[in-house]
């Protein structure tokens, strides 16, 4: 059986019984992350849960650069644009960005207006 190794960021709450990030065989999950706090917008709201992708991949010994996927859920389609020019800004330059997809959902936890799950790569892994 594969090692697996909890990724997560002290102080930060999580909402259930599930791990903020898995990290194993050189493949790191990041659980769904969330920013209803951020704001009452789309844009400070993917800010916000971007800045908490952040985190969690620094807690994992990833970069940005080590994405490899991107799934975007939005409580509202019509945020797509809106939380596209947040994540373009995030993103930036990367010489190869991830692949993404976004679509709407029915409900999002905690009344958010958009989650973000990532997959990355583990750079360290031997």
Avoid at 31 to 49: C, E, L, N
Avoid at 58 to 63: E, I, L, N, V
Avoid at 103 to 123: M, R, T
């Amino acid at each position: 059986m594969g090692h697996k190794e909890r990724i997560e960021v002290p102080g930060s709450e999580v909402f259930g019984p599930y791990s903020p990030g898995v990290k194993s065989h050189g493949i790191v999950w990041l659980a769904g992350q969330i920013a209803p706090d951020a704001g009452d917008d789309v844009t400070s709201q993917t800010a916000g849960a971007l800045a908490k992708v952040d985190d969690l991949l620094a807690a994992a010994g990833c970069t940005k650069e080590d994405i490899v996927f991107v799934q975007v859920l939005l409580d509202d389609i019509d945020d797509f644009q809106a939380m596209n020019e947040v994540y373009a800004d995030w993103i930036g330059e990367s010489e190869i960005p991830p692949a993404r997809a976004a679509f709407a959902a029915a409900a999002l936890p905690a009344g958010a207006k958009i989650e973000v799950v990532v997959q990355a790569i583990d750079p360290n892994h031997e």
